[in-house]
């Protein structure tokens, strides 16, 4: 099964998929944004979210 447009290979490449793997400055030389979060990125900021979620209410 062919990688879907924005599909990021964490495991060996670190790239994302847009019809070939490629880094982020090349993504976001041809797209003119950032390629999506990663799940470690994606992750960090659901963290980040609890956290402060947390404080509001204490």
């Given at each position: 099964?062919?990688?879907?447009?924005?599909?990021?290979?964490?495991?060996?490449?670190?790239?994302?998929?847009?019809?070939?793997?490629?880094?982020?400055?090349?993504?976001?030389?041809?797209?003119?944004?950032?390629?999506?979060?990663?799940g470690?990125?994606?992750?960090?900021?659901?963290?980040?979210?609890?956290?402060?979620?947390?404080?509001?209410?204490?």
């Open positions: 099964m062919a990688p879907e447009h924005g599909e990021f290979d964490s495991q060996s490449q670190k790239k994302w998929f847009c019809g070939y793997w490629m880094m982020q400055e090349e993504w976001e030389d041809i797209h003119d944004y950032a390629p999506p979060n990663t470690a990125a994606a992750a960090t900021a659901e963290e980040d979210e609890e956290e402060e979620q947390e404080g509001e209410e204490g």
